[in-house]
């Protein structure tokens, strides 16, 4: 059973940077592709970023494309999310997920692609 753990959350104000950390394993975070996904209230669950599974190819939404950054690190098993310059549009519950299954191409951006998620963490800015 694979476990996510997403920690880092919290309040910021505009402008503000904040990392974003999904604990996980080793075997999870160097084998699978990882993805950041994040939810606001009546809103349906949002792409954020992906790493795919050689570590190597990103992918990122438009709407944070500049500002945010995906990376991992092996040997802790975790994989991170760094988001500067935020704006109270970056306001949602933050998801941490991977996808088990290996497939060619870009990091997959919906929510049906991914196979094991993590139980959220809150990020609130304030402007």
């Known amino acids: 059973q694979v476990q996510l753990v997403e920690s880092g959350g919290g309040l910021a104000q505009a402008g503000d940077s904040l990392s974003l950390t999904c604990a996980a394993s080793?075997?999870?975070?160097?084998?699978?592709?990882m993805a950041w996904f994040r939810q606001s209230p009546g809103k349906d669950r949002e792409f954020v970023a992906a790493?795919?599974?050689?570590?190597?190819?990103?992918r990122y939404a438009d709407s944070v494309s500049g500002r945010f950054s995906v990376s991992r690190d092996e040997d802790r098993g975790s994989f991170y999310l760094r988001m500067n310059n935020l704006n109270p549009e970056d306001t949602a519950i933050y998801y941490c997920?991977?996808?088990?299954?290996?497939?060619?191409?870009?990091?997959?951006?919906?929510?049906?692609?991914?196979?094991?998620w993590g139980q959220g963490t809150q990020v609130t800015v304030m402007s």
């Open positions: 997920a991977t996808k088990v299954y290996y497939t060619p191409g870009p990091p997959p951006s919906s929510p049906r692609d991914y196979d094991y």
């Open positions: 080793k075997e999870t975070v160097s084998g699978n592709t």
């Open positions: 790493l795919r599974w050689d570590g190597v190819r990103t």
